[in-house]
Every structure is written in structure tokens, then in C-alpha cells.
């Protein structure tokens, strides 16, 4: 009971930081929430402790309704807005940007250089195992599975299994037969 309490109070406390915290939902207490008013976390959404949120340049982050976040959770959104679709579970330890620094100008160190920026989104029903890594310019479609410690970059479509670092598509949900199938690396059923 003591913990509900908790939990309450702090999720309070994030509402003052963010720009919107959804009905019943419940917010451990973050490490760290940059650019707070850029931030709209959707209903009956559960996040534990440790996140660090950022938004920077006029980034947004909207987190969708029934979306389960695990502890140390650090997402960035830089110049646009970063979604993460409903019903989405997100293990513990895993980062997602849609921004990369840019590191081309010899003699300038990386953080004086600008920002790529790249739309990043997470699709509905998806699962993202623990301690993977989404990066800038990943699109995963509806219930996509990400692996744990994955390291994730590009398009991937509704319905497949990526694992890896790079990540890959593995498995695909064949909707001719109704299931899931081996694929190659380019998400070909084998």
C-alpha cells in the first residue's frame, strides 16, 4: 500500500514537469526530464523508476495510452516528435532516439556539432526486449518483437521478429497462413 502512495505522489510531481500524464497512469520516480513540456504520456501508462527523459530544439515525445515502460528507460527526441503507439511494452534498460550527432567536422568535438535528426516511431503492440537500443530513423511497424540487447535501425513492417546488433528480421507473420515464419535477412519468407 505504501508503495501505491508513492507512486502517486511522485506521478504528482511529474505532472508539474510535463506537459500531460493520462488518467491512471503511474510514473516511478525519473533520474532526469529535460524540455518537460514537450512531453504527453497517454492513459493507464506504467513507468518505473529511473527514466530520463530529454526534448530538445523543439523535439516532442508522446507516449500513447496502456504503454508498460521498465526501469532505466532513457529517451531522447530532438527537432520532431518521437511516438510510441499503444499498448507497447518496453523492458528495462532500453534507449530510443531519433537523433544522432554528427561527427564529420574534423577538429570540432562531437557535442559542438548538430544533430541528425531522423523520425523514429515504435507502432502498436510491440515488444522491446530488455537493454535494446533503438536508434534514429527506426520505424517498427504494428507488433513488431525487438529482442533483447538488439541494436535496431531502419523500416521494419508490421508483424516481425527482429533480433541482433545490427538488428535483423528473423521471423514474419505469413496472413496467407495464418503464421509465424522463418525469414532471410531482408524479411523474405525462407
Not at 511529474?14 to 503511474?26: E, F, H, I, M, T
Not at 561527427?103 to 541528425?116: F, P, S, T, V
Not at 523514429?120 to 535494446?132: D, L, P, R
Not at 529482442?147 to 496467407?176: Q, T
Request: proline share 2%.
Amino acid at each position: 500500500m505504501i508503495y501505491k502512495i508513492k507512486w502517486l505522489l511522485t506521478t504528482l510531481l511529474v505532472r508539474l514537469q510535463v506537459k500531460k500524464v493520462g488518467l491512471l497512469s503511474y510514473v516511478g520516480n525519473p533520474l532526469f526530464i529535460f524540455g518537460g513540456k514537450r512531453i504527453i504520456i497517454g492513459n493507464k501508462v506504467r513507468i518505473f523508476p529511473g527514466g530520463r527523459f530529454e526534448t530538445h530544439n523543439g523535439g516532442s515525445i508522446l507516449i500513447k495510452d496502456d504503454v508498460s515502460v521498465g526501469q532505466n528507460f532513457h529517451l531522447i527526441s530532438s527537432n520532431e516528435q518521437l511516438e510510441i503507439g499503444t499498448h507497447t511494452t518496453i523492458s528495462g534498460n532500453v534507449f530510443i532516439t531519433n537523433m544522432d550527432h554528427n561527427y564529420q567536422e574534423i577538429g570540432a568535438h562531437i557535442l559542438n556539432q548538430e544533430y541528425k535528426v531522423k523520425t523514429t516511431s515504435i507502432g502498436e503492440n510491440c515488444f522491446i526486449g530488455y537493454g535494446a537500443v533503438i536508434q534514429a530513423g527506426t520505424v517498427l511497424g504494428k507488433q513488431c518483437i525487438v529482442g533483447s540487447n538488439s541494436v535496431v535501425r531502419g523500416v521494419f513492417p508490421a508483424y516481425c521478429v527482429i533480433i541482433g546488433a545490427p538488428a535483423r528480421i528473423v521471423k514474419r507473420y505469413n496472413e496467407i497462413s495464418r503464421q509465424w515464419q522463418k525469414t532471410n535477412s531482408n524479411g523474405d519468407f525462407i
